[in-house]
């Protein structure tokens, strides 16, 4: 067996980075850029107001209450026609221009206006500058928006667009392809034959690219058959960035998976210090990485959590920092049982957040076939090689979700 950080720096070290694209704002969240953006405009391009009410000059309204002359109405996204004098005020809508003349905004909320709008009363004093959000006070030109390796979320998109970039240069979603294989694998809701199972493996993993940013292909599920299982991972190779198989990289005699690849691949086959997910099988085929999982269900899930998505994540660009779920520490909420092996166990928990700390307790069965306590689980407890954590042991956790 060799340790599960050198296992993962040996995918990390395969998994080589996608190269640039430029794409259409519409469709840059999640990705990752790949240059600095500059502003090249102002924002907010001009003075505008934050309120509804009335542009004034301050030195008007120093000794309020007073009364002011309506010289006009200046709405948003109409230039300003007016100017405002001495003894005068202009009503004005969120967003809309400063007029010439105007230092302050007095909110609606403090004025009286005559019922003909000829006039209006101003309650209370402002100073130079109330309300009035000035022309580049967010960005200035020639201003670092943001830098490569920035995950683009709503805001930054936001952010692009308010200074007129409808595309940006980005590392691609990585375009992973997924197979299943095995004679025993079923598709569809038709009653099981005697040793057979449902190809749940597929479908999870599928999700999952999905869920991490990447854009998921379906592969397919293959039976146990060298030439058929050879042609799918050499179609699936022309078409995606990465692989994942699930299934046959045990030791098993009827692990077709593993022989094919030896066949037609550079492979590396691991036997890897953890449980569930001890096998793994990871290599280039025609310069594409491939990821051989487990076919056991929460396997495979593990799996994906420890390895795959890590590489997956250094391919589409995202910082180091990040390709890893970065452990939290919590406590035992009731005791997570194990026996000493040799490996790390990660359990499958429950996780609660209580009093200033996580506090996690099993989700339930921990086999590796037992797919629904993985489903109920909120995280993977870390359990060193021993005998367990009892109730109020500190523990590492690997929030899922």
């Known amino acids: 067996m060799?340790?599960?950080?050198?296992?993962?720096?040996?995918?990390?070290?395969?998994?080589?980075?996608?190269?640039?694209?430029?794409?259409?704002?519409?469709?840059?969240?999640?990705?990752?850029?790949?240059?600095?953006?500059?502003?090249?405009?102002?924002?907010?391009?001009?003075?505008?107001?934050?309120?509804?009410?009335?542009?004034?000059?301050?030195?008007?309204?120093?000794?309020?209450?007073?009364?002011?002359?309506?010289?006009?109405?200046?709405?948003?996204?109409?230039?300003?026609?007016?100017?405002?004098g001495a003894g005068q005020a202009a009503r004005i809508m969120t967003g809309a221009v400063i007029p010439p003349g105007a230092d302050a905004v007095v909110m609606v909320e403090l004025t009286e206006t005559r019922a003909d709008g000829a006039e209006v009363t101003v309650a209370q004093s402002v100073p130079v500058g109330n309300h009035i959000r000035r022309a580049g006070e967010d960005l200035t030109v020639g201003q670092t928006v943001f830098g490569p390796g920035e995950v683009l979320t709503p805001g930054h998109l936001g952010v692009l667009t308010s200074l007129g970039m409808y595309q940006v240069k980005v590392r691609p979603k990585a375009r992973?392809?997924?197979?299943?294989?095995?004679?025993?694998?079923?598709?569809?809701?038709?009653?099981?034959?005697?040793?057979?199972?449902?190809?749940?493996?597929?479908?999870?993993?599928?999700?999952?690219?999905?869920?991490?940013?990447?854009?998921?292909?379906?592969?397919?599920?293959?039976?146990?058959?060298?030439?058929?299982?050879?042609?799918?991972?050499?179609?699936?190779?022309?078409?995606?960035?990465?692989?994942?198989?699930?299934?046959?990289?045990?030791?098993?005699?009827?692990?077709?998976?593993?022989?094919?690849?030896?066949?037609?691949?550079?492979?590396?086959?691991?036997?890897?210090?953890?449980?569930?997910?001890?096998?793994?099988?990871?290599?280039?085929?025609?310069?594409i990485p491939v990821f051989g999982l487990p076919g056991n269900p929460v396997s495979s899930m593990v799996s994906f959590e420890l390895f795959a998505r890590p590489g997956l994540r250094k391919m589409m660009g995202h910082p180091p920092g990040t390709w890893h779920r970065q452990p939290v520490m919590g406590r035992v909420a009731e005791r997570l049982g194990r026996r000493p092996d040799g490996k790390t166990h990660f359990a499958r928990v429950r996780v609660e957040y209580a009093d200033g700390e996580f506090l996690a307790r099993s989700a339930g069965g921990q086999g590796s076939h037992q797919l629904s306590a993985m489903a109920a689980a909120d995280a993977l407890a870390v359990l060193p090689d021993g005998d367990g954590l009892d109730e109020g042991d500190p523990v590492s956790l690997l929030i899922l979700r």
């Open 176 to 287: 992973v392809g997924v197979m299943s294989t095995g004679d025993e694998l079923v598709e569809g809701p038709q009653p099981l034959e005697r040793g057979q199972i449902r190809d749940s493996n597929r479908h999870t993993l599928l999700a999952l690219l999905s869920e991490a940013g990447c854009d998921p292909v379906d592969l397919g599920s293959l039976a146990d058959n060298e030439d058929e299982i050879a042609a799918g991972l050499r179609a699936g190779v022309e078409k995606c960035d990465a692989l994942l198989t699930s299934g046959g990289v045990s030791m098993g005699d009827y692990d077709y998976v593993k022989k094919v690849l030896n066949e037609i691949g550079d492979m590396a086959w691991m036997q890897v210090a953890i449980k569930p997910a001890k096998p793994l099988a990871f290599g280039l085929l025609e310069g």
């Open 2 to 84: 060799i340790p599960l950080a050198e296992a993962q720096e040996r995918v990390l070290a395969g998994c080589g980075i996608l190269g640039e694209v430029t794409v259409a704002v519409g469709d840059a969240q999640g990705l990752v850029t790949t240059e600095t953006v500059v502003a090249p405009e102002l924002v907010p391009p001009f003075d505008n107001t934050a309120m509804d009410g009335f542009a004034v000059r301050s030195a008007d309204v120093a000794d309020a209450p007073v009364t002011l002359a309506v010289a006009g109405t200046i709405a948003a996204g109409v230039p300003p026609d007016i100017t405002v």
